[in-house]
């Protein structure tokens, strides 16, 4: 049986001289693990490599969990904007891809999700966010809220995630701990060996998402790093292309 959908690559391998397996992050059908058989012979049904967040139409069979499906089609549209030419945003990308195949299931549809990813993409490619690294970083920040929340893990960000008391108008102390999955108070603090301190520039955008897009490049930064302390907690190491998203 043949299943159509719309996708993006979040991760290739080689397979063979001249073959490949590719994740794709599929609309309707969630993560898919499929051969593209002859995918790196210059004449194939793909064009030729399949690269990571290329997106397209594809039709694959084979839909069994923990087994490779087939991809058959596959027609990705050119890469050729700023995924190309700016390096900050091609990182920014490679991190979302990858951390999406750490945390989805295979053939776990999440249909919201991969519109903000492909959004984001898009944004990206097309130039709607950047050349400004701060313009990649507020959506980069987002898809990771997104992406938390869609696979259950969001984390607790408007109450103190210990003892479930609400911030008041005095955010000076507020930390962040990856084992209590949220913002903390500092009545709770000392019961999280991993919290991180907050300024309160970024209590005040983590507390209310809405203030993200008014932070300044160093706030960012900083919401950046507790998100990728947090990744590290849940994935049990850190994400591969963590060090690249400030090196850029
Ligand atoms: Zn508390």
Redesign the pocket.
């Known amino acids: 049986m043949l299943t159509k959908d719309r996708a993006v690559c979040i991760r290739t391998a080689d397979y063979s001289e001249t073959s490949q397996v590719v994740t794709l992050f599929a609309r309707q059908s969630g993560k898919v693990r499929a051969i593209a058989k002859g995918s790196k012979r210059a004449k194939s049904a793909f064009d030729g490599p399949i690269e990571v967040l290329s997106i397209g139409d594809i039709v694959f069979s084979g839909i069994r969990r923990d087994t490779l499906a087939t991809l058959t089609e596959f027609q990705p549209q050119p890469v050729r904007g700023q995924l190309r030419r700016n390096l900050a945003a091609l990182q920014s990308a490679q991190l979302a891809a990858e951390l999406l195949d750490s945390l989805t299931e295979e053939y776990d549809p999440h249909v919201e999700l991969f519109d903000h990813f492909l959004g984001f993409l898009e944004d990206i490619e097309e130039g709607r966010a950047g050349p400004d690294r701060r313009d990649i970083m507020i959506r980069l920040i987002l898809f990771q809220f997104v992406l938390l929340h869609e696979v259950g893990l969001q984390p607790i960000l408007n109450v103190?995630?210990?003892?479930?008391?609400p911030f008041g108008a005095d955010r000076r102390e507020i930390y962040f701990s990856a084992s209590a999955n949220g913002l903390?108070?500092?009545?709770?603090?000392i019961s999280f060996p991993d919290k991180i301190r907050l300024s309160p520039k970024a209590a005040r955008a983590l507390v209310d998402l809405q203030q993200l897009a008014q932070a300044d490049q160093t706030t960012l930064d900083e919401i950046e790093q507790v998100l990728l302390h947090h990744f590290t907690h849940i994935l049990g190491r850190p994400p591969k292309l963590a060090k690249h998203v400030f090196s850029a």
């Open positions: 103190c995630a210990n003892c479930k008391r903390v108070c500092r009545d709770c603090e």
